[in-house]
């Protein structure tokens, strides 16, 4: 509990005056690349650069990795920001949970590169992972969460594979901002605030928040594989993860949602500091070691089909 505590106090004075609109994007994308040399690596796993379909990556591989088994992951930072080497540390814990290597995708960052860039990027390297392995899955957190599941939506409306399993964490699937916690929670949440979301999401998107390619809680949800989402009960982000679980439920997709008491934003980033987030790590990297080892179905294989435009009011009640 005392590490807890102060680990939260750390990210709330430590890490939410650099989530401002009023510092320099620079300034945030330096700092937050040095902070994220405190997260340690999980022992064993390997770090080398990989290229999927043009995109940079890292693969993390850890020891006794099988071969046609992987995951690949997309980073949190408001699109904005955050990098695989960002994440190298959370990922590599949940490579070794999964018993697979994962790929942490480079994508582009806005404002220099506003959407669709990031989702393109990620679509191309998950057409190429899809060519060299067999049995794939999908993880993100916040951003890279909401990043993740809109590319599994690309997927299945271009007839590409589709992944075994969604893993999220924390996914930021609203860039309209919303869910009712981002009132509710404003004070509660140690890392985010509404208005550097507000200002990272009109870097990516400008004034198109609904649209699904960037909103994907407003998709079309239906024929996606089974997904998992953690989230912290202290963040802003909540309604997302709450609105998404009930979405894909009505949607037929499996889903379930594991709600951290006390826990914040992105906690699982201090995987191997935090018991939490290696019980988080751990859940998730089994959920993915179970999909990824299963036999696909039928079901599990995409057909392209159209997406509908779905408004925000369908999801307001």
């Not at 088994?69 to 408001?78: Q, R, S």
């Not at 190298?88 to 949970?97: E, I, K, M, N, W």
Request: proline share 7%; charged share 20%; aromatic share 6%.
């Amino acid at each position: 509990m005392l590490i807890r505590r102060a680990m939260r106090q750390g990210v709330r004075f430590g890490l939410r005056p650099v989530f401002s609109s009023r510092v320099p994007l620079l300034v945030q994308r330096s700092y937050i690349a040095l902070a994220a040399t405190a997260f340690p690596r999980a022992a064993g796993t390997q770090d080398v650069e990989h290229y999927l379909g043009g995109v940079l990556s890292r693969r993390m591989i850890p020891a006794s990795a099988p071969g046609g088994m992987a995951v690949m992951y997309l980073h949190g930072g408001g699109y904005v920001l955050g990098s695989p080497a960002t994440h190298a540390g959370l990922v590599s814990h949940l490579a070794r949970a999964a018993g697979c290597e994962c790929f942490v995708v480079d994508y582009r960052l806005a404002p220099e590169h506003p959407a669709p860039a990031a989702l393109d990027d990620a679509v191309d390297a998950w057409a190429a992972l899809t060519r060299s392995h067999s049995a794939v899955a999908l993880a993100g957190d916040s951003a890279g969460g909401g990043l993740a599941l809109a590319t599994a939506i690309a997927a299945r409306d271009r007839g590409l594979p589709a992944p075994r399993a969604l893993a999220l964490i924390s996914p930021w699937a609203d860039l309209s901002l919303s869910g009712l916690s981002m009132t509710t929670h404003a004070t509660r949440d140690p890392m985010l605030s509404r208005d550097w979301l507000a200002c990272a999401a009109r870097h990516y998107a400008g004034s198109a928040l609904t649209d699904p390619r960037v909103s994907p809680l407003f998709a079309e949800l239906g024929g996606l594989p089974p997904t998992c989402i953690d989230v912290g009960s202290e963040e802003v982000l909540f309604s997302d993860a709450a609105r998404l679980e009930g979405r894909l439920r009505e949607a037929g997709v499996p889903v379930q949602r594991q709600v951290w008491n006390g826990l914040w934003h992105d906690f699982q980033l201090h995987a191997g500091q935090l018991q939490e987030a290696d019980s988080s790590i751990a859940g998730l990297g089994g959920f993915l070691r179970k999909a990824l080892t299963q036999q696909p179905t039928v079901a599990d294989r995409s057909q392209p089909r159209e997406e509908p435009q779905a408004s925000p009011q369908e999801i307001a009640s």
